[in-house]
């Protein structure tokens, strides 16, 4: 019996001398690699341009406008959404747009919390939608929704294309959405 402790501590000692001696080797192999995320944090994502025509350029002039915040948000850059939304808010005034449309673009322009300008950017696609109805003479503008925006409640957005840029959560779930429906 005594022969077989002697035994059983001489493995663990081996065991245990060899288990030490490949983590020292292992610690030396070890190699350190930077990455260069900067890149990344600079990206900047734009949407498409406008092909389709529109019958009152006063609503072209909105439109394009809009996309201008969209993009910004998109992009969450709550100083350009601000300054965006200003030029917005004297287009509006001079086509006398609906009440809840100006409230909302006048929120965005007061505000630098993106996310106060992404709740209002909701009532502000409402109205563009209103005022894109039968206001295209030629093209195709879509509408979009992320069913995940404003804890799962949904919102929608308008697009010049099919592909999607969630200006709801920016770069965080850019891709998010779905092409609702075709406004033609």
């Known amino acids: 019996m005594k022969n077989l402790s002697?035994?059983?501590?001489?493995?663990?000692?081996?065991?245990?001398?060899?288990?030490?001696?490949?983590?020292?080797?292992n610690e030396a192999e070890l190699e350190v690699v930077t990455v260069?995320?900067?890149?990344?944090?600079?990206?900047t994502y734009e949407v498409?341009?406008?092909?389709?025509?529109?019958?009152?350029?006063?609503?072209e002039a909105?439109?394009?406008?809009?996309?201008?915040?969209?993009?910004?948000?998109?992009?969450?850059n709550a100083d350009q959404t601000a300054s965006e939304s200003s030029k917005?808010?004297?287009?509006?005034?001079?086509?006398?747009?609906d009440e809840a449309t100006q409230n909302a673009?006048?929120?965005?322009a007061d505000s630098k919390d993106v996310k106060v300008q992404r709740e209002n950017f909701e009532a502000l696609t409402a109205g563009v939608e209103a005022m894109l109805q039968g206001?295209?003479?030629?093209?195709?503008?879509?509408?979009?929704?992320?069913?995940?925006?404003?804890?799962?409640k949904g919102a929608s957005w308008i697009s010049t294309s099919r592909d999607i840029l969630n200006p709801y959560f920016g770069d965080k779930m850019l891709?998010?959405?779905?092409?609702?429906?075709e406004i033609k």
């Open 6 to 25: 002697i035994v059983f501590f001489a493995i663990i000692g081996i065991a245990f001398t060899s288990c030490k001696d490949n983590s020292k080797q």
């Open 36 to 43: 260069d995320n900067t890149a990344d944090a600079t990206k």
């Open 48 to 59: 498409a341009e406008v092909e389709a025509e529109f019958n009152d350029p006063k609503v």
């Open 62 to 76: 909105v439109f394009e406008q809009y996309l201008n915040i969209e993009s910004a948000l998109i992009n969450t």
């Open 88 to 97: 917005l808010m004297t287009l509006l005034k001079e086509m006398n747009a």
């Open 105 to 108: 673009v006048s929120a965005m």
């Open 135 to 152: 206001a295209l003479k030629s093209g195709t503008v879509y509408k979009q929704y992320c069913p995940m925006a404003f804890n799962n």
């Open 175 to 181: 891709k998010c959405g779905r092409v609702d429906a």
